[in-house]
C-alpha cells in the first residue's frame, strides 16, 4: 500500500497543485453553470394555466403563444426570432385574417387533446374546448409580459359520481422543444409540470367532489412556495445573494447584510400583499436587475464591509420584497387567510436564501483563506454585475 506521505515531497507537491487546479476549474465551471439560466432570469418556456373543481365540474384555463399555433411556413409569421420578446404582440395577431385564427384554434385544440390529460384516481377525465375570445372572428388579443399575444382555451368537463381520489395530470408534450406547464391550484399553490413525467397531484376529491381538507392552504405549502420563488426559480435572487456573499466571505459581515436585507423585503413584502400600496412590475423589475449589477460591480471596488453597505443593501432589499410580494399575489390568498401565507411565504424564502449562502461556502471553502480566492470573487462579480446589466436592459427595453 502507498502512503502519501512516503512519496518524494516534490511529487507530493505536484499531487496538491493537481488537486489545487482541477478544484479551482470545478469552482469557476460551477459560476458558468449558475451564470447560464441569466438569459431567462423570468422568462421560463413554460405555458400557465389554472384548474378549479366545483359542484362536481372540473373547469380550466390555458393561455398559449399565439405565434405557435402559426404554421410555421405560413405567409404571416412574426418577425425575428419566434418566441423572443415582443416579436409577435397585438400589432401582429392583428394583421391575421379569421382564416388564420381559425387555424390556430385547431392547432391549440389538438395540442391539447394530446398534450393535457387529466385523471381522476386513475380515471381519463374528458372535457370540451372553448375559446372565450372568439366572440369575434377577429379577436383582440390580451398580451403577456414578454409582449407576445396570447390564445386563451377554456377546457370543462364533469367528474363521475362518487369516484374519489387523486386529481392528478399529465403534460405528454412531445416536442422537440418541449414546453414546461405552470399551473394554479386555487388557494393551494403553483405546480411546474414537466413535460412526460409522471402524473402530478393537484388536489385530492372526495366522493361528493369536493377537495378534501388535506389539500387545504398550510403553513408547510406557502414555506415551500417562498422556497421555490429562490430555489430553483429565483435566479436574479440566486445572484443577488452571491453578490452580498462575494463582498466579504464572513459570517458577520454577510449576518449584517443579510439581516438588513430579510428586515427591508418583509417590511415591503407585508405592505404590498395587505394592500398598503402597489408599484407596478415593470418599474420594479428593472430596479431589481440593476440593484443586481451594483453589488456586483461594487465587489470589484471594494473588498470588505462599510456602514454604508448595509443601509443600501437595505434599500435594495424594499426593492426584492416588492417583487416577491408580485410573485405571492399571483399565487392567490386563501379567502380570510393572510398572516399565515405571509409568514410561510417569507420563511421560505429565508431558508432559500441561506441554502445559498451555504452552497456558495462550501463551493469555496477550500480558496478561502487562499490567493486563488481573489481571481474567484473577482470573476465571480463581474458575471454578477454584467448579468444585472443584461436583465436591466431586457426588462427595460424587451
Same mark, same amino acid.
Given at each position: 500500500?502507498?502512503?502519501?506521505?512516503?512519496?518524494?515531497?516534490?511529487?507530493?507537491?505536484?499531487?496538491?497543485?493537481?488537486?489545487?487546479?482541477?478544484?479551482?476549474?470545478?469552482?469557476?465551471?460551477?459560476?458558468?453553470?449558475?451564470?447560464?439560466?441569466?438569459?431567462?432570469?423570468?422568462?421560463?418556456?413554460?405555458?400557465?394555466?389554472?384548474?378549479?373543481?366545483?359542484?362536481?365540474?372540473?373547469?380550466?384555463?390555458?393561455?398559449?403563444?399565439?405565434?405557435?399555433?402559426?404554421?410555421?411556413?405560413?405567409?404571416?409569421?412574426?418577425?425575428?426570432?419566434?418566441?423572443?420578446?415582443?416579436?409577435?404582440?397585438?400589432?401582429?395577431?392583428?394583421?391575421?385574417?379569421?382564416?388564420?385564427?381559425?387555424?390556430?384554434?385547431?392547432?391549440?385544440?389538438?395540442?391539447? +387533446?394530446?398534450?393535457?390529460?387529466?385523471?381522476?384516481?386513475?380515471?381519463?377525465?374528458?372535457? &370540451?374546448?372553448?375559446?372565450?375570445?372568439?366572440?369575434?372572428?377577429?379577436?383582440?388579443?390580451?398580451?403577456?409580459?414578454?409582449?407576445?399575444?396570447?390564445?386563451?382555451?377554456?377546457?370543462?368537463?364533469?367528474?363521475?359520481?362518487?369516484?374519489?381520489?387523486?386529481?392528478?395530470?399529465?403534460?405528454?408534450?412531445?416536442?422537440? &422543444?418541449?414546453?414546461?406547464?405552470?399551473?394554479?391550484?386555487?388557494?393551494?399553490?403553483?405546480?411546474?409540470?414537466?413535460?412526460?413525467?409522471?402524473?402530478?397531484?393537484?388536489?385530492?376529491?372526495?366522493?361528493?367532489?369536493?377537495?378534501?381538507?388535506?389539500?387545504?392552504?398550510?403553513?408547510?405549502?406557502?414555506?415551500?412556495?417562498?422556497?421555490?420563488?429562490?430555489?430553483?426559480?429565483?435566479?436574479?435572487?440566486?445572484?443577488?445573494?452571491?453578490?452580498?456573499?462575494?463582498?466579504?466571505?464572513?459570517?458577520?459581515?454577510?449576518?449584517?447584510?443579510?439581516?438588513?436585507?430579510?428586515?427591508?423585503?418583509?417590511?415591503?413584502?407585508?405592505?404590498?400583499?395587505?394592500?398598503?400600496?402597489?408599484?407596478?412590475?415593470?418599474?420594479?423589475?428593472?430596479?431589481?436587475?440593476?440593484?443586481?449589477?451594483?453589488?456586483?460591480? &461594487?465587489?470589484?471596488?471594494?473588498?470588505?464591509?462599510?456602514?454604508?453597505?448595509?443601509?443600501?443593501?437595505?434599500?435594495?432589499?424594499?426593492?426584492?420584497?416588492?417583487?416577491?410580494? +408580485?410573485?405571492?399575489? &399571483?399565487?392567490?390568498?386563501?379567502?380570510?387567510?393572510?398572516?399565515?401565507?405571509?409568514?410561510?411565504?417569507?420563511?421560505?424564502?429565508?431558508?432559500?436564501?441561506?441554502?445559498?449562502?451555504?452552497?456558495?461556502?462550501?463551493?469555496?471553502?477550500?480558496?478561502?483563506?487562499?490567493?486563488?480566492?481573489?481571481?474567484?470573487?473577482?470573476?465571480?462579480?463581474?458575471?454578477?454585475?454584467?448579468?444585472?446589466?443584461?436583465?436591466?436592459?431586457?426588462?427595460?427595453?424587451?
Amino acid at each position: 500500500m502507498i502512503v502519501l506521505s512516503h512519496l518524494p515531497r516534490n511529487l507530493s507537491r505536484m499531487g496538491i497543485s493537481l488537486f489545487n487546479t482541477c478544484w479551482r476549474h470545478f469552482l469557476l465551471l460551477s459560476l458558468i453553470i449558475l451564470a447560464a439560466p441569466l438569459a431567462n432570469a423570468h422568462a421560463m418556456k413554460q405555458v400557465r394555466g389554472e384548474i378549479t373543481v366545483e359542484n362536481g365540474v372540473w373547469q380550466g384555463s390555458i393561455w398559449l403563444e399565439a405565434w405557435a399555433l402559426y404554421p410555421e411556413d405560413g405567409p404571416k409569421i412574426p418577425p425575428g426570432t419566434p418566441g423572443d420578446p415582443n416579436t409577435a404582440g397585438r400589432a401582429w395577431a392583428g394583421k391575421l385574417d379569421p382564416a388564420d385564427h381559425a387555424i390556430m384554434r385547431k392547432v391549440a385544440a389538438e395540442f391539447l +387533446s394530446e398534450t393535457f390529460q387529466l385523471t381522476l384516481n386513475g380515471q381519463r377525465l374528458e372535457g &370540451e374546448y372553448h375559446f372565450p375570445e372568439y366572440t369575434v372572428e377577429v379577436p383582440e388579443l390580451k398580451e403577456n409580459d414578454a409582449g407576445n399575444a396570447l390564445v386563451r382555451i377554456d377546457l370543462q368537463g364533469k367528474l363521475p359520481p362518487g369516484l374519489a381520489g387523486p386529481l392528478a395530470l399529465t403534460w405528454q408534450d412531445d416536442e422537440d &422543444e418541449p414546453l414546461a406547464l405552470l399551473i394554479k391550484v386555487p388557494e393551494i399553490r403553483e405546480i411546474q409540470i414537466a413535460p412526460r413525467q409522471a402524473p402530478v397531484v393537484l388536489m385530492n376529491l372526495d366522493a361528493t367532489g369536493t377537495v378534501s381538507a388535506s389539500t387545504d392552504s398550510s403553513l408547510l405549502t406557502w414555506i415551500i412556495a417562498g422556497f421555490k420563488h429562490i430555489l430553483p426559480l429565483g435566479v436574479d435572487h440566486i445572484f443577488f445573494i452571491l453578490g452580498l456573499f462575494f463582498l466579504q466571505p464572513k459570517w458577520k459581515p454577510l449576518l449584517w447584510q443579510t439581516s438588513a436585507f430579510t428586515l427591508a423585503h418583509s417590511i415591503t413584502l407585508a405592505m404590498v400583499v395587505l394592500g398598503v400600496f402597489t408599484i407596478s412590475p415593470k418599474i420594479v423589475e428593472p430596479m431589481i436587475a440593476l440593484s443586481i449589477a451594483y453589488v456586483g460591480i &461594487e465587489n470589484l471596488w471594494i473588498r470588505e464591509l462599510k456602514p454604508w453597505r448595509v443601509g443600501l443593501v437595505f434599500g435594495l432589499g424594499l426593492l426584492h420584497g416588492m417583487g416577491f410580494a +408580485s410573485v405571492m399575489k &399571483e399565487l392567490e390568498l386563501p379567502k380570510g387567510q393572510v398572516i399565515q401565507p405571509l409568514v410561510g411565504f417569507n420563511l421560505g424564502v429565508e431558508c432559500g436564501q441561506m441554502t445559498v449562502l451555504a452552497a456558495a461556502f462550501a463551493l469555496t471553502f477550500w480558496f478561502l483563506k487562499k490567493r486563488a480566492f481573489t481571481t474567484i470573487r473577482k470573476v465571480a462579480s463581474a458575471i454578477i454585475g454584467l448579468t444585472g446589466l443584461y436583465w436591466t436592459v431586457e426588462r427595460i427595453w424587451f
